[in-house]
């Protein structure tokens, strides 16, 4: 241990009162009006500290990484899929690939149990938990060739987990494709400028795709520079389309709005990646880099003040219009993957381990850009909590509760214990230029809300509505490349699933196979967005606890398989590293499935909501916020499949956890009995350096490396 | 001070290649040149075309996340 100096010293003593500060100012603030900088200061102080000593500790003490490993980068390099790849690039690719709109969504929804309670899971989540499951999934993974989150559960668990994990994983990459849909549809319902300049981005896409296979084949930077330019004129001009007599064409319900998306899902997914997923990726991937660096930098010179309460009565109550529960469990899966989130072990384990040059940079890579991710959950939040609490709750509350027009929404708001009058809801629709702001749920709309509200302080009021509409379309970009790239993953694993009935399916070039399975999973998602829209108690309401419960039991089983893996490869002593943020996020989320599954309050959970609404139909009665006798009905199918698969995920993840205990167990009594299916130790003949800037150590490494092998040398 | 400039142009102008993948193909070439001397280098069409068809084998490659 070399001692540290009292520069050193000093700095990060400075960088944990920063933090600090921005901690105490947020906790003891009450009745007043927060300035966001505060919110800043302890997100960044704290992942400071997080990054330079926890990660540290769990990446040289606890996984042991290892710079004189090769890693499959440097071993199998074909120069395709498996290269070593610069860290800086690779920390931009392995950002992009796990930003998405869920960081977003999550933490506008959470906002309505107040900023705080939001804010400091986002922050101690993403520290203890989300953070170190990408790391410790990312270095598993890259001692093991890149292996799949799926193929180490098998091998590592055994058949029975590993199919359960397979089944679960599959369950909610459908539910999450129906929200994100879903989110979509909320966004562009009825709103022609935003419906044309979504349209508009698959002409684009297929100009840009033609361009890359038959003009000019891999010249990316130049078709993007103009694929962005067109984007930027077709938010311009939908504007003009939105004051022109198309207007009407653009306008859509809805559930017509479903039809295009499902027809969408379903073209798209059989099209060849070249035409439509490819430009259409690295259009949304400039787009989200681009909107959250402009985002970052609006939101630290601004420097907002909060608006909404840092803990309000529906934390407690658990009767909050835009999700129901409790705080405990449900703001934190409604936060999801601003904290933690399942979904980035498939990434952490597939593509990112086939490119990283070191095992040493897995801190950099992997908790680094989770932190990112989370800064970016902070902004959301900063977002939401910026506008007025009343406009919040009229435009998150579902269509039921809010009314129909402007006055019955200020009543409504009033309900809550907040206030709007009905001029103000009128003006804010107004000035982004849209018929109405009433119940535009899925955070979307309310992001985009803050997004303006934060640039129109830099670029003055006009640019408001060109503000607003440029978060929308930024958001349903990266969400509709989702529904592709997510369709044809479902795919894949269901071509996978069907090839053991019947062979022809695992041949994924089989066309008859390529387009029922892409009919069934688009069908799938397709069916619960459909419910969703259709859903008298709110889509958002009924589907987003359902996803955050998916993604965080996605979470359970990736830090189940770290844990496991842990015990087994002679780290018991550390276990707890993935052990204890594994108890706490089975505890949160089989909490959260078990109300959604045996609560008696009818908000809450779906089997009680169903009895209510079927006893109301056997005694012919309509309850609101159902309309009809058919909306009843609908309420009651809708509960019991929502509570069917609430309990289906729950056992599938039940199974896993409780499969993983085994196999920890029996390891644990008998350690020769269980095998570990590591890649065996090859010497690296590279030196590259583990963080972002080199140490004088590395660079001596790096000079060293060059004279040997000159010709490796890039 | 135009030193500078050109050198922070040039730094930018090698990320964006390599973030967007658009030295995929440099990439390869070198890689075949130095491990398979005697084979032949794709034309880059070729290659392009063999790169995003390998997405459509396996979807997984290149998945984003929510």
């Given amino acids: ?714 | 001070m135009t030193g500078l400039l050109r050198r922070a142009l040039r730094g930018v102008r090698w990320y964006v290649r390599e973030l967007t993948d658009e030295s995929a193909y440099d990439r390869y070439v070198a890689h075949v040149r130095k491990e398979h001397p005697a084979a032949a280098v794709p034309s880059r069409r070729a290659f392009e075309r063999m790169r995003t068809d390998r997405q459509d084998t396996d979807p997984r490659q290149g998945f984003r996340c929510c």
């Fill in chain 1, 1 to 714: 241990m070399r001692a540290a100096n009292p520069k050193t010293i000093a700095l990060w003593t400075l960088v944990a009162l920063v933090g600090a500060a921005g901690w105490t100012v947020l906790a003891l603030s009450r009745d007043e009006e927060v300035s966001a900088a505060w919110m800043v200061a302890a997100a960044l102080g704290s992942y400071a500290i997080a990054y330079r000593f926890y990660a540290k500790f769990i990446a040289y003490k606890v996984l042991r990484v290892d710079k004189r490993r090769a890693t499959p980068a440097e071993r199998l390099d074909n120069g395709i899929d498996y290269h070593p790849t610069d860290r800086r690039v690779l920390l931009g690719h392995h950002f992009a690939a796990i930003a998405g709109a869920g960081p977003l969504v999550g933490p506008v929804l959470a906002a309505q149990m107040g900023y705080l309670p939001g804010t400091i899971w986002i922050i101690a989540g993403v520290i203890f938990a989300g953070a170190v499951q990408d790391m410790v999934v990312l270095f598993f993974s890259t001692r093991r060739d890149g292996k799949s989150l799926g193929q180490m559960a098998r091998e590592e668990i055994g058949p029975f987990g590993g199919t359960a994990a397979l089944l679960a994983t599959f369950a909610i990459m459908i539910i999450l494709l129906a929200v994100l849909a879903l989110v979509v549809v909320n966004a562009l319902a009825e709103s022609p400028w935003g419906t044309f300049s979504i349209a508009m981005t698959i002409p684009i896409a297929l100009f840009m795709g033609f361009y890359l296979r038959v003009l000019r084949p891999g010249r990316v930077s130049e078709v993007s520079l103009i694929g962005i330019a067109l984007l930027l004129f077709a938010l311009v001009g939908g504007r003009w389309v939105a004051e022109s007599s198309w207007a009407e064409a653009f306008t859509l319900a809805p559930s017509t709005l479903v039809i295009w998306l499902v027809a969408y899902g379903f073209v798209a997914s059989i099209l060849p990646v070249w035409m439509l997923l490819a430009p259409r990726d690295y259009l949304s991937t400039f787009m989200k880099i681009g909107t959250i660096v402009l985002l970052a930098l609006g939101v630290v010179v601004t420097l907002p003040t909060l608006k909404m309460d840092a803990v309000t009565d529906f934390a407690s109550r658990g009767d909050g219009p835009v999700f129901a529960g409790s705080l405990f469990p449900f703001v934190f899966i409604t936060i999801a993957c601003g904290a933690l989130s399942g979904f980035h072990a498939l990434i952490s384990s597939g593509t990112t381990p086939k490119m990283i040059q070191k095992e040493t940079q897995v801190r950099m890579i992997g908790y680094g850009s989770m932190l990112m991710e989370s800064s970016v959950a902070i902004m959301a939040m900063v977002a939401a909590s910026i506008i007025d609490p009343g406009l919040y709750f009229a435009m998150n509350a579902p269509a039921g509760v809010v009314g129909d027009t402007v006055q019955e929404a200020s009543r409504a708001v009033a309900n809550f214990g907040y206030t709007i009058s009905p001029d103000d809801l009128a003006r804010a629709a107004k000035d982004v230029e849209e018929s109405s702001l009433l119940s535009r749920t899925g955070g979307a709309p309310t992001l985009a809300i803050g997004v303006s509200e934060i640039f129109s302080k830099v670029t003055g009021d006009s640019m408001r509505a060109f503000w607003y509409h440029f978060a929308i379309m930024f958001e349903a970009l990266f969400i509709l490349t989702a529904l592709d790239a997510g369709t044809r993953v479902g795919r894949f694993m269901l071509q996978d699933m069907l090839g053991n009935v019947h062979k022809p399916f695992r041949d994924v070039s089989w066309k008859p196979g390529l387009i029922l399975t892409s009919a069934a999973v688009t069908g799938l998602w397709g069916y619960f967005l459909w419910v969703g829209v259709h859903e008298p108690l709110g889509g958002i309401n009924q589907l987003f606890p359902i996803f955050g419960i998916a993604n965080q039991l996605l979470a359970a089983v990736a830090l189940a398989v770290c844990t496991t893996l842990l015990v087994k490869s002679g780290r018991l002593k550390w276990a707890w590293i993935t052990g204890v943020p594994l108890v706490w996020d089975a505890t949160v989320t089989l909490t959260a499935s078990w109300q959604k599954v045996f609560s008696s309050d009818p908000r809450v959970g779906f089997f009680k909501q169903r009895s209510i609404y079927q006893d109301a139909i056997d005694e012919g009665k309509v309850l609101p916020p159902a309309k009809s006798m058919d909306d009843m009905h609908t309420v009651v199918t809708n509960s019991t499949v929502d509570g069917v698969l609430s309990a289906v995920l729950a056992l599938l993840v039940v199974v896993v956890l409780a499969d993983a205990t085994r196999v920890c167990v029996r390891h644990i009594r008998d350690p020769l009995s269980s095998r570990l299916s590591e890649a065996p130790f090859v010497e690296s003949r590279t030196a590259a350096p583990a963080g972002l800037f080199a140490t004088p150590e590395e660079k001596a490494e790096l000079a060293a490396a060059r004279e040997r092998h000159p010709a490796d040398a890039s």
